[in-house]
């Protein structure tokens, strides 16, 4: 069965310190790979999304960046983080299959820029 | 931009059917209808997708109105455990890869 690891589940940053958050899908191949970001209290918004090894699609321009190394890994990444970069993190993933497509979340990120 | 609305919060009585609506006038031929619900501080979780006819599986059923513009999630038996935002979201099965969310609505289940 295919699942999806995210880490680390809470992470508390100084302003101005890098990031990198990884996610990785086991038990499938090719797959769509998405960063979603969540302000407390708010909707997701979309950040990031891949379809395939170093294609990296940006939704949102902002102080964040994204790599996809491998199929099943996906990175989230900043060089510098702003007060701003606060939020829960989920990282997913879908496979293409017609009707039956279905998006599948990572337990999150709990990201605190101090 | 999202292109669904939804109610911001709605509750109901435990065990009572819970109805979420959802507005997606706009909402074109080749595009499915998805739900999806978060849990707090939790990833959102897959409940039902359809693109025109009901649809019922363990979680939930989905209505779909004749001319696509809105739909309807019911949760049959609402327990405390169904307390969560709930998502709807439209979405094209081909030419896209993008999930987008809105803001959702919060459902309180109260005992």
């Known amino acids: 069965s295919q699942t999806i690891h995210q880490w680390p589940a809470t992470l508390v940053q100084p302003v101005g310190s890098p990031l990198s958050l990884e996610c990785t899908v086991e038990?499938?191949?090719?797959?769509?790979l998405y960063w979603y970001r969540q302000a407390a209290g708010r909707g997701l918004q979309l950040l990031f999304y891949?379809?395939?090894?170093?294609?990296i699609s940006s939704e949102v321009p902002q102080n964040l960046s994204a790599s996809r190394p491998q199929d099943r890994q996906f990175i989230l990444s900043s060089k510098k983080l702003l007060l701003s970069d606060s939020g829960f993190y989920l990282c997913a993933w879908s496979v293409r299959r017609g009707t039956a497509e279905k998006l599948f979340f990572g337990s999150g990120t709990q990201l605190s820029v101090l | 931009d999202a292109k669904t609305t939804q109610p911001p919060s709605m509750d109901c009585a435990e065990g009572r059917a819970a109805n979420l609506p959802c507005n997606h006038s706009?909402?074109?031929?080749?595009?499915?209808v998805y739900w999806y619900r978060q849990i707090h501080s939790q990833g959102p979780q897959y409940i039902i997708h359809?693109?025109?006819n009901n649809e019922t599986n363990e979680m939930a059923s989905l209505i779909i109105t004749e001319d696509r513009k809105s739909s309807t999630l019911i949760l049959p038996h609402a327990t405390l455990r169904d307390t969560a935002v709930y998502y709807c979201i439209v979405r094209a099965i081909s030419g896209t890869y993008k999930y987008i969310f809105g803001t959702g609505t919060r459902l309180k289940v109260l005992a």
């Open positions: 891949s379809v395939g090894i170093g294609q």
């Open positions: 706009t909402i074109s031929g080749n595009e499915y």
């Open positions: 359809g693109l025109k």
């Open positions: 038990g499938t191949s090719n797959p769509n």
